[in-house]
Structure formats: C-alpha cells, structure tokens
C-alpha cells in the first residue's frame, strides 16, 4: 500500500468474517454487515465482492503481491545515515513537534527523535486524525524512504502508526494485498486471515496424481503452501517470495494451470457432446469445380490445412478450428473451400471479417471466385441502407443466399439464417468473445434459445473456422486456447520475395519521397500510413488530410488516394477499388488498412512515426506489401530519439519478417495479458502463473488434468470449483 496514510481500521474489524467451511458458496465477510440491513451488503463486503472474493475458498486464494517487511526497527541515525539510497525503512519515534505551515502550500510537518536523532516527516495532503494521530509527545513507529530534503534528511508521506513505546515487533513479513481503493490492507489481512483458519482445504489432487504426473514437482500441500505466502515466517528466502519462484508459489501455479487446462478440456468435450450437422466433402459439387478454375495450386501447408477442416466438417460435432497463418499465406482461399463444402451439403456459410474494408474485399473476390459457379453471395455491412440491408437479410433468411459476408452486422439480432452450417470468422483476435458467441448462436435459434430448458438435450451449432495472422506462441496456445483445434499455414505461396525492413530518420522524408516516385515510375504501387494518434481520431485525421496534401504536391505526376476511417463507406471502397485496379499509385492511409488488404502490385510501404505502432501492427502493416513477384520494401520512418522499448520494437523488425518470432518477442516485450487484450481473456487471466517464466508448468498440467478427467471426476469437480468458483462460462467463448 503507497504509505500515504495509516490504515485506518473499520468500525467492525472487532470480529472475523463469519465462519464457512470449506469451498461452499460463503459469505465472506459477512461480519462487516454487520448493521446493514438484512440481506443488503456493507460497503465493505460489496467492495471484497468486486475484488471477486465471494467465498472463504477466494479471500484464502487471494494472495499477497508483496511484503513489508516491519520486523525490524533502524535507530534514527542509522537510517538517516542511509538516506537517498532508495531503500525503505522503519524507525520508532516520539513527536517532538507537529506544526501545520501554509506555505509554500498546505503542510503538516511532523518531528520525531530517538535516542539516536531526530527525523523530519512531510504530510502535504492530510486528514485531521491524522494530525491528532501525530500530536506532540506521541510514540510513532514510522515507516518509508527516507530522502535527502532541503533541511535535512526527511520522509515524505510515510506509513505511521501509533504504537506503546516497546511495542513489540511483528515476527513476520507483513503481506501486501492487491485491493482497490476503499478496503483497507488491515481489513482485508483480517478477512483473509479469518477464512485462512476456518477453511480445511481438503487435498484436491489424487495421490496417483501426484505421485504420477506430478511426482518430479514435489508439491507441498496447499495448506501450508498458502499458510507461508499469507504469513511468511521470519526466515524466509524473501527474495524468492517476491519473485514468486518459492515451492509455495510453485504449488499455487501449478493449482491454477491445472484448473485452466480443466476447464478447456472440459468445454472442449461438451462440445463434442453437442451435434452439428455433418457435412462430408463430396465429389463433383462445387468444391471440384471451384478447385478447378482456382488461377494457382494450393501449397503443401493449404492443402494440409484443408484436409484438416474438412475431416472435422465430415464429423457430425462442431468443429471449433483456429487457422493460423502468416500474414499473406493464404487463408481466404481455405475458407472459401471450406464455404464451398458446407454449400455441397446444403447448408449456408457466413464469413465475418472485423472491418469493411477486409469484409468487402472478402466479398468482392470471393463472389468473383463463386458466383460465375452459380453460387449467391450477399454483402451485410452496417453502412448498407436499410432498405439493402433488409433485402440482404430476407435472402439469408429464406435460404437463397448460400455464402453471406459482412461485418459485425452478420450479428445482429435481425439476421437469421435458414441453415447456417459454417461460420467463418476472419482475424479473429479482433472481435470480442460475445460477438464469436453470438455468431456461433446463429445456427439454430431455437436450440439455443431451448438451452437452457432443455439442459444436456443435443443442441446444434454449426462449425466455427476461425482466422487468425497473429500466430499465438506455444504457451499461449496451450493456456488460453487449449479448447481449439489448430491448424497451421506455414509456408507462403511461391514466387514471393522478401520484405526489406528499413528504419530511416524522420528528418530524411525528401529522400523517402523520392524513393516512392522512383517506385512508381517503375510502375509499382505505394502505401503511405499516417502516424498514429491515439489520443485523437480528429488529430490523427488532420494529419492524414496533410500528409496527403503534401504527397499530392509534392508528387504531381502521381495519382494519389486517402482513406480513413471517417470516409463514408462508398467512398472507402472506391478509393481502395482505384488502388486495386492501379489508377491510384499512392495510397495515403490510417491504419484502416491493417488487416487483409490484399494489392499484389503494391511494393513499396512507408510507414510514419512507426515508433507509434505495438509489434504486431507493423507486422500486419507490413504484411500488405511482398504479395507479388517485385522486390518490396518497408520503410519504417521514427523520430528520434526512440524510447528504449520503440528501439527494441523496430529493430525486432528489421531482423524478421516471421510472424511467430515477432509475437515471441511481443509477448516478451508487452506480457500475454495485453498481448491477448482483456476482452479475449476475460475473468480467466491467469493471476498467478506467468507464461514468461511458467510455461514449463504448463506441460505438468497439462497430464496431470487428462489424468484426473479420465479417473477422478470428483477431483476435477472439487479442483474446478475452489479454482473457478462460478466463473468457468468465461473460458468457453
Ligand atoms: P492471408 O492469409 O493474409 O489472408 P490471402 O488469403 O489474402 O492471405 O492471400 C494472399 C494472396 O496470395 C492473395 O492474393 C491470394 O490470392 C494469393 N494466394 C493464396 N494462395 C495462393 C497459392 N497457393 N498460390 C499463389 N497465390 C496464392
Ligand atoms: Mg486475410
């Protein structure tokens, strides 16, 4: 806790929560209702429901994320002697002085001595208990860095508690709880301590589990384990506490992997439970003549990966596939094939991609692919009017459309489906986890809706391919997505060259412009991507228009585009028409066009302030360029000086061009909690584990967890339960 103000202890700390057994739904701090009325909680409870302890089983799982250590105590000298050496320190005092000064603002200045010195506390914001807490001649034992100040050596705003002199000292390093504003650290030790001695903990892990699978671990029992993190004794090895590499800590990691993979595996055979409509590739339909007019062959890894999809489809259970492939590898020809055998069988096939853009392109080309075979393609976008819209709709509604593609308004409540089978979601990590629940809900809107009543009764859903050019390191793979199947493009069709990476100083744009003329008198295309603001689209938009005013001045024999974001949707589609049909040779554009877009002409891509953009951005900026035969070319202009992560991000991109190291080292660099982005973890981060330093016990978990669920299902249930509690549903989507 920052050492602003002493902890002040609620009115109802006289007493512990009340008393739960074991995991059972508690009613953890339920003393601190006390003298609310019935059935409505304290302040105090609903703030430890918001932290998500419900439960004794969660207060006692609820772990410390450091430690104070107030065993000791530095004679005042002695502390001061150390003063700007960044260390913390605890002194005990008694208050010589406490003036309030006006100026230069609002101050409390508090003195305290020893036998050994006297000590200067600064307060610049404070509470009048505080002031009474700090009067002349009180013993205070008083912790915090002690700074070089002005008048001497002096602590800012330091943690104060009012002690008898010789108090003793604690034995035991003082854990520091993660909490939110409101609950204070003195309240929650005694919560947790509370349910610490009233909670058994019954061992969750069958011996032959531990015995087998686990049995290299050592594991300590969870009792003792947690009994160490909440009250470390003494002599400790701290340092391995703090870094969490502690057998304590590895037990609580190992507890909390082994109910992720559970849980996955778990929704992962319910959904085998679940039925689909099998869809078996047949010979002759419109898969034969659809591969037979394709302008290319399928590499190794294409043709791989749809035999993968089409086994799965063949199977009367929802295929629940992630494609991963490099940007450019060729995914939209596999979902294609994929549409192509679900429209074989009789069924529809939806395609959502996350922008219009991307959605529209998707539209466009696969039309041109299917429609000269006899197949309707519709378009659902949000910018479609309405009356298009609804006609769009009635086509999908009636079954006439066999292949629809859109956006998120493939979603809407609006649009049913007289068949849905397959559903195609394209840069997945994109959308949300309700908007890929929702599409998968389309199936068959009144199974879903009977779910409920109907509780294990057969459900239908169709086949979900998911699309991704983020590739997902190992680990991740294994953690978060461990319920998907996954599929790999890992090769890129042949003929392509390389991209070259560039970094080159802002202050060489005159030489960058030339560049781009040169490359279009070469006959090739350009992308200009604007700097991006994240503050302000208004911002970022002003500089797009200038940016573009510049190139259009500065090249005036060259044709040049803008898209954005703001531009209307008809407008957007025909400026990137004019640029796929290489009337336009330079297109200036936000990052609009980050995902999918597909010019193989396109050669050259500058990119500014490329500092501004995370890793997997410039990957996927990148991406639209090396798509033909010529030799492309990446410039990543940067204004210098580069923050220490931007330099480490831009160099990690003129050293690769592979997807999978970048995400290695984005992962390294950010950590997979924003790599993942919140949405698509949901409430099932992991709290304990790191992926960075952890993986390793991923592989431990993974066996101990397809052990238990093939011999001890009531483990499984209690591991699953003191783990989850009721929050399993979030690593379903
Ligand atoms: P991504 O995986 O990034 O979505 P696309 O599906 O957009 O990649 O494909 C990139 C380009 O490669 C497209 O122009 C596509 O037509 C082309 N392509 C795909 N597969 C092959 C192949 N086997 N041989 C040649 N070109 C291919
Ligand atoms: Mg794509």
Partial sequence: MPGTAPDRTPETNDSPPAARAGDKPGRAGKAAAKGAAAGKPSSAMARLHKLGLKRDVDLVLHLPMRYEDETTLLPIADAIGRAGMGLTVQVEGVVTSNEVSLRPRRQMVVKIADDTGELTLRFINFYGSQAQLMAEGACLRVRGELRGGFFGAEMVHPTVRAVTPGEALPERLTPV????????????????????????????????????????????????????????????????????????????????LLAQQLSLKRSQAARRDKSAPPMPRRAGGLLTAFLAALPFKLTGAQQRVVEEIARDMGAPHPMHRLLQGDVGSGKTIVAALAACQAIDAGYQAALMAPTEIL???????????????????VWLAGSLKTRAKREAAAKVESGEAKLAIGTHALIQDSVKFARLGLSVVDEQHRFGVAQRLALRGKADPDATAAQGKAGKAAQTVPHQLMMSATPIPRTLAM??????????????????????????????????????????????????????????????????????????AALPELKVGLVHGRLPPAEKAAVMEDFTANRLQVLVATTVIEVGVDVPNASLMVIEHAERFGLAQLHQL???????????????????????????????MRETTDGFEIARRDLQIRGPGEFLGARQSGEAMLRFADLNTDAWLVDYAQEAAELMLARFPEAVEAHLLRWLGGREHYLKA
């Fill in 177 to 256: 709880y993660p909490s939110t504003a409101g609950i204070p650290q003195s309240y929650l030790r005694k919560a947790i301590g509370g349910a610490l001695s009233r909670t058994p903990l019954p061992e969750t892990l069958p011996v032959p589990v531990l015995q087998g699978p686990l049995a290299q671990l050592k594991l300590q029992a969870l009792p003792e384990c947690l009994r160490l993190l909440h009250t470390p004794p003494q002599d400790v090895d701290e340092h391995a506490l703090i870094e969490r590499s502690h057998p304590a800590w590895q037990r609580i990691k190992l507890d909390e």
């Fill in 359 to 377: 959605a529209e392109q998707h539209y466009r080309k696969l039309s041109a692919w299917l429609e000269p075979l006899g197949v309707p393609v």
């Fill in 479 to 552: 953690t978060y997505y461990a319920d998907l199947d996954v599929s790999v493009i890992d090769e890129l069709p042949p003929g392509r060259t390389p991209v070259v990476t560039r970094l080159v100083n802002d202050a060489r744009r005159d030489e960058v412009i030339a560049r781009v003329h040169h490359a279009a008198a070469d006959g090739r295309q350009v992308y200009w991507v604007c700097p991006l603001i994240e503050e302000s689209e208004a911002l970022q938009l002003q500089t797009a228009v200038e940016t573009y005013e510049t190139l259009v």
């Fill in 622 to 652: 990148r991406g639209r360029v090396g798509r033909g035969s010529a030799e492309s070319v990446c410039l990543l202009m940067y204004q210098a000086p580069l923050s220490p992560t931007g330099r480490e991000r831009l160099a990690t």
